[in-house]
């Protein structure tokens, strides 16, 4: 089981440019969920799927934000275009149960991103 | 927005001593889990605990859900250097979307030798 498989690890990039961060879930899961890290905010959910289908996208701080799930073993979130205050870690995570509210999940190892 | 606060924010104890975290949430939940991240790295599931339970152990860690007080306790004890990590609650509501977990502000725990 190789976990769940986030790209890049590090990301700085200029303020304006495109970013695209990527996630592998780890297969079978069918629930899938990117996370904010920052120290001022803690841990904010942004987007979560649900068999591919985008359930609850209300964290998604603004239309620079978009994700997608293409298919079972692949999303990406993308800030388009990038400010320095979308500087932080962002978490990728799965879990094996759609709709199910006891699942665990399962934490990628992040990727941080700096906009200068 | 943050459901869970973690108290304390940081404690340090030494190596031997039992760790105790608590966890304060606002709404209705569904279910409690605790979560440890180490530096650098993506957060690993500790333990889930069921609205309808009160308390629940896994190896050496221990935890309590009162729902009255809408609260929740995770003791580790005869802690070990390893164990030096944040440690953060997790809450799943009871109504609304089932999946959305809700994570709190976390506690960094300092073991010393």
């Known amino acids: 089981d190789a976990g769940v498989i986030q790209s890049p690890r590090h990301e700085v990039t200029e303020m304006g440019q495109e970013v695209t961060l990527r996630c592998k879930p780890i297969?079978?899961?069918?629930?899938l969920f990117w996370y904010r890290q920052t120290m001022m905010r803690g841990l904010e959910l942004l987007i979560y799927?649900?068999?591919?289908?985008?359930?609850?996208d209300s964290g998604m701080p603004e239309d620079r934000f978009s994700a997608k799930m293409p298919n079972a073993s692949f999303s990406t979130l993308k800030i388009q275009p990038s400010e320095p205050r979308d500087s932080a870690v962002y978490f990728c995570?799965?879990?094996?149960?759609?709709?199910?509210?006891?699942?665990?999940?399962?934490f990628g190892n992040g990727t941080r991103l700096t906009v200068t | 927005s943050q459901q869970g606060e973690e108290d304390p924010q940081a404690l340090s104890i030494q190596e031997g001593e039992n760790a105790t975290m608590n966890c304060s949430y606002k709404?209705?939940?569904?279910?409690l889990q605790w979560y440890r991240q180490n530096s650098g790295r993506g957060l690993v599931h500790l333990i889930l605990?069921?609205?309808?339970?009160r308390e629940k152990h896994s190896g050496r860690l221990r935890v309590t859900l009162d729902t009255s007080k809408k609260s929740s306790s995770l003791l580790i004890t005869a802690s070990r250097a390893a164990d030096t990590a944040s440690y953060f609650c997790?809450?799943?509501?009871?109504?609304?979307?089932?999946?959305?977990?809700?994570f709190g502000t976390g506690t960094r725990l300092q073991v010393t030798l």
């Open positions: 995570a799965s879990s094996p149960r759609s709709g199910g509210r006891s699942s665990p999940l399962h």
């Open positions: 297969s079978g899961h069918n629930s």
């Open positions: 799927f649900n068999n591919n289908v985008p359930i609850d």
């Open positions: 709404t209705s939940i569904n279910n």
């Open positions: 605990i069921r609205s309808n339970e």
């Open positions: 997790a809450t799943a509501e009871s109504t609304g979307t089932a999946s959305k977990l809700t």
